[in-house]
């Protein structure tokens, strides 16, 4: 029988199955647990049920609770109500999970007296990545299950793990064969029912937790929770819950998680998870936009860039021709692909089985020709104008007429490369992110003549390859670059007129990101696009080049590192920044943390803006993603759209004023901040 829309409640002789169907993932919204709660109490009421199955259909188990439901008012039933009515249930209730039990979902299968999935199936609780953690009973129920350090890794990372991992951890019960999940268990359900033990409850079970566990699972992650408030709440949870008898453990761990809801840390990372998701729904793409097939892919360039580029499609199984001019530079390039796989393997994260099926998609040759039956063509070569069009010159006829060819250029115009060609609609820029196998932006660049069909399927391969991909406008820099290089400018700015380096990566340091421009230069390699014949110590990154001082990579640049590469700051790089402040900046003077962190960051801002008044970005959690993912713009902060909307647009249009008095047009208002203030809007208003 039907209960609501999305639930019904049918019996298989004496068990009841509870079916919720509510796409597109199952989360836990009112009519859900509506729905669960009625079916629920129908089956506790019919003395013909003897157990229950709770199964969902369509691609997933419950994923979680309903996140669009946060920050509105509760309506009952809610999650810990529906828990409640599970946990007490005169008879057995047997979760079935397929696809992802996550979060709420998990939670509310660990009321249920037993668990079975299929071999696919995923279980976690993933709430930290939303700046959350578990609120109905997971730092509670996980650790006496699977005991307190792997709940602790589990909550903290946020990370699923597979069903056979959670059988063996006993979190599952059983493991149903593919697609005979709700007959294996209803099977299981009938023998729960038949062995007439007492119900077992996970709340029962003893919580036994090692001495010194929680101070030292602190400091191993201290790094990596810097900034980051859900962690210590989730290891709070579970140290305070020990103490605690379990009704007062969840109200403790009820507390600590509502803390973490209206703060606003949530607030920004449940920002960024929509704005994934709204990334890929380019306005210009309809749903019936044709996407290609791409079933063989070439690479041009088997450097940093090219290698890291077709790891990503061998990664998913696709065959990749990586092309190079001379045998020397392909086997270095194929060596260093195999030695990241080799590494990923060490790691535990790669079986040597994957790793030999990853280098057996890949293929090197010393000849473009190869390329002629690939459907996407990605060149990754020297990064100047005539060598990128010379290439597409040869790649147009070589090339088979409705391969895609695709620039991973930074800052080339792509209208010049493709105008070279006789096929500019099959033209577009895929700006991977250094290293390109492990950074997850990637900048969809629309040039002028780009068929709408090759960026959809840009954007759908994109999600195929584990990119976060959004589409930009051809511009210089395109959105990222574009404002990496406002960001610099006033960087050097600030340093020229009395800040050092190493002041202005503190301030952006303790701003949430895990390195200032300074230390990334130095990462990133100063000479970078130098050039040694017409650098003329024009700036204190061509006068530390001409000394030979490269960054990292040659021991020092802005700061010296040793063996390990722990940098300190260079006497040699002071000494260059006082001589050219004497040359070009006058009288050197203080520079408060908090004038740094105005003018680096409102630059960028104000760049934003100019980047949507001009539609290079299609919405500013766009530019959001793109500095969040490509350039380590902390993510509990949103990103700088987001980030300057909690600001107030009133305040930043004012402090630009401010800027633009002092330092001049750098700092001219965007027209866009003006017109938004005026009628009381921010950027997500757009
Ligand atoms: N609530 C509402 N909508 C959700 C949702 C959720 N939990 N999860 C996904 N969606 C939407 C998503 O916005 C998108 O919408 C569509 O579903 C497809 O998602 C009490 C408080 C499940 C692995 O963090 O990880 O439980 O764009 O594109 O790639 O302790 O979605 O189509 O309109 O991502 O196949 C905890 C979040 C919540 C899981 C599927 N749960 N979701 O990935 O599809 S907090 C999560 C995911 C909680 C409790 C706490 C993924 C997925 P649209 P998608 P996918």
């Known amino acids: 029988m039907r209960i609501n829309d999305c639930t019904t409640l049918e019996r298989d002789g004496g068990i009841a199955i509870i079916t919720v169907d509510s796409p597109p993932v199952n989360s836990l919204s009112v009519a859900v647990r509506k729905g669960v709660a009625e079916a629920m109490m129908q089956a506790a009421g019919d003395s013909a049920v003897a157990a229950v199955v709770l199964i969902c259909g369509g691609r997933t188990f419950f994923a979680g609770a309903d996140i669009t439901e946060f920050g509105k008012p509760v309506i009952e039933p809610d999650l810990r109500a529906l ?7 005169p008879k057995p209730v047997i979760a079935a999970i397929h696809g992802a039990a996550l979060g709420g979902g998990l939670e509310l299968a660990l009321v249920a007296h037993g668990r079975i999935a299929v071999p696919s199936a995923q279980c976690g609780l993933p709430e930290v990545r939303l700046g959350l953690m578990p609120g109905a009973g997971g730092t509670q129920r996980l650790p006496r299950v699977v005991g307190a350090a792997r709940a602790l890794e589990m909550m903290t990372s946020g990370d699923p793990i597979s069903a056979a991992e959670a059988a063996r951890l006993g979190l599952l019960d059983r493991i149903a064969d593919e697609g005979a999940l709700r007959d294996e268990a209803v099977a299981f359900a009938r023998a729960v029912a038949a062995d007439g033990a007492p119900l077992a409850r996970i709340r029962d079970r003893p919580l036994v937790v090692e001495q010194g566990l929680f101070d030292a699972f602190r400091e191993a992650n201290g790094r990596k929770f810097r900034g980051l408030m859900a962690p210590e709440s989730i290891i709070r949870s579970v140290e305070q819950g020990i103490a605690l008898p379990f009704p007062q453990a969840l109200e403790n761990e009820r507390a600590l998680f509502c803390a973490l809801l209206e703060g606003a840390q949530s607030a920004a990372l449940r ?3 929509f704005a994934q998701r709204q990334a890929a729904k380019v306005d210009a793409i309809s749903a019936d936009t044709p996407i290609r097939p791409i079933i063989r892919v070439g690479v041009v360039g088997a450097g940093t860039m090219g290698g890291g580029i077709a790891m990503n499609f061998a990664n998913v199984g696709l065959p990749v021709t990586i092309v190079e001019t001379r045998q020397e530079a392909l086997d270095r390039g194929l060596r260093i692909i195999r030695r990241n796989y080799e590494n990923s393997a060490k790691k535990g994260k790669l079986t040597a089985e994957q790793v030999a ?8 040759s010393l000849a473009l020709e190869d390329l002629a039956d690939c459907d996407l063509v990605i060149e990754a070569v ?7 069009q010379e290439l597409f010159r040869r790649l147009d006829l070589i ?8 620039t991973n250029t930074s800052y080339l115009d792509i209208d010049r490369i493709a105008e070279v060609t006789g096929r500019p609609e099959n033209v577009l820029g895929l700006h991977f992110f250094s290293p390109a196998n492990v950074m997850r932006l990637l900048e969809i660049v629309k ?3 780009t068929d709408l069909s090759v960026l959809a399927t840009a954007v759908a391969l994109a999600k195929k390859i584990g990119k976060i991909g959004v589409v930009v406008g051809n511009c210089y820099g395109f959105v990222g670059n574009r404002m990496l290089a406002a960001r610099h400018a006033q960087a050097e700015a600030v340093v020229t007129e009395g800040a050092l380096p190493w002041d202005v990566d503190r301030v952006i340091r303790d701003f949430g990101f895990a390195m200032g421009p300074f230390e990334m230069r130095d990462l990133v390699g100063l000479d970078v696009g130098w050039n040694r014949a017409t650098s003329s110590g024009a700036t204190v990154r061509e006068m530390l080049n001409e000394m030979g001082r490269h960054g990292q990579k ?5 700061y010296d590192y040793d063996e390990k590469r722990q940098p300190t700051p260079s006497p040699i790089a002071e000494q260059a920044v006082l001589d050219f402040s004497e040359r070009h900046g006058g009288q050197r003077r203080i520079v408060s943390d908090e004038e740094i962190r105005d003018r680096v960051l409102l630059a960028m801002v104000n760049e934003g803006a100019k980047i949507l008044d001009e539609g290079i970005a299609q919405r500013s959690s766009d530019i959001d993603l793109v500095w969040i993912n490509g350039y380590g713009w902390p993510a509990y902060r949103g990103g700088p759209m987001y980030w300057a909307d909690t600001v107030g647009l009133p305040v930043i249009r004012d402090k630009l004023k401010a800027l633009h008095a002092t330092h001049g047009e750098v700092f001219r208002l965007s027209p866009l901040i003006e017109r938004l203030v005026a009628q009381g809007k921010d950027f997500a208003s757009l």
């Open 382 to 388: 020297f990064e100047q104008l005539d060598v990128k």
């Open 554 to 558: 040659t021991g020092g640049g802005y």
């Open 447 to 449: 040039a002028a003549k």
């Open 271 to 273: 920002h960024v998870f």
């Open 399 to 406: 090339a088979k007429p409705s391969a895609i060819v695709a």
């Open 83 to 89: 828990q409640q009515i599970v946990e007490d249930m």
């Open 357 to 364: 099926q990853r280098m057996a998609c890949l293929t090197g």
